[in-house]
């Protein structure tokens, strides 16, 4: 079925699935979100809106030379990271070359805490219209919200405490770094997360975890193919994945199709999953 800017690939199988959704409870029930151009807007003004990482990359923050050696890699991985025609193993690999080449850089280049203050309080980024009701909805429900990005996690977690979502009910899993007595940036921790592996399963580390198998139904949220493995490892029941396809579309949409059970197009409000939290809970 087709809506203006949703595309739903099957419409009776997702009421079907939003109907066990709904009969299983609130209570076992959780989502798993990607961040960038996710929970957060693509474009803004006509633009299009900067990753939680390139706004390090494209301000001067750091050492003279960081951005222009930041821009070098983008410019050689970013081109395969979008190419939908490349195989899922090779921008694995290249993914996982660049996201350990941009951290050591960032460490060589003097990332701190100050830094992520000062990035975080610019406002580089906009939340969705309805994602911080979408936020609110499950904090007041006691649904897990598990965040899982690619970016520096440390930014991701400011960005949400200061819109005051940082609930206890979010968890984020992402790229953290380990800091200094000053505050300057010593390492990044692994397992790396880069945008093609994506796994839920490491939410074993968190105490999170423990309430997360017994809730085996789930909606997942992504921007992109690679988010669909966020998901893969971990046992559910029933699940609704539902896909922003914000740019690239006429290369994009078919392989959207196949993989999500709705598609919502033109860097879309989050008013579609509102709507389908009130039609499952």
């Known amino acids: 079925m087709v809506r203006e800017g949703i595309i739903i690939k099957n419409e009776k199988r997702l009421n079907e699935i939003k109907r066990k959704i709904r009969e299983g409870g609130k209570e076992k029930f959780h989502v798993i979100a990607d961040f960038d151009r996710t929970l957060t807007k693509a474009f803004v003004k006509g633009q299009k809106t900067p990753t939680v990482i390139a706004q390090v990359r494209n301000g001067n923050y750091l050492t003279k030379d960081y951005a222009s050696r930041a821009h070098k890699l983008f410019d050689k991985y970013h081109p395969i990271e979008i190419d939908p025609h490349i195989s899922p193993e090779e921008k694995n690999d290249k993914m996982r070359e660049w996201w350990r080449a941009h951290f050591e850089l960032l460490v060589e280049c003097g990332f701190n805490k100050k830094v992520i203050e000062e990035i975080v309080a610019k406002g580089g980024i906009e939340f969705r219209k309805g994602t911080l009701e979408f936020i609110d909805n499950l904090h007041e429900n006691n649904i897990p919200l598990i965040i899982m990005s690619a970016g520096p996690g440390d ?6 405490k200061k819109d005051g979502r940082l609930y206890g009910n979010v968890h984020v899993i992402a790229n953290f770094y380990d800091f200094d007595d000053n505050g300057v940036a010593i390492r990044v921790r692994e397992p790396i997360i880069h945008s093609m592996n994506k ?29 669909l493995g966020m998901i893969e490892g971990f046992d559910y029941e029933n699940l ?4 922003f396809l914000n740019y690239n579309v006429e290369d994009s949409l078919e392989k959207f199709k196949e993989n999500f059970d709705v598609v919502l197009l033109n860097d879309a409000s989050m008013d579609y999953i509102n709507g389908l939290l009130r039609d499952i809970k």
């Open 199 to 227: 796994h839920e399963t490491e939410v074993k580390g968190l105490p999170i975890y423990e309430e997360l198998i017994r809730r085996k139904n789930a909606l997942l949220l992504g921007d992109g193919l690679g988010d």
């Open 240 to 243: 609704i994945k539902v896909g």
């Open 155 to 160: 930014m991701i977690t400011e960005y949400l």
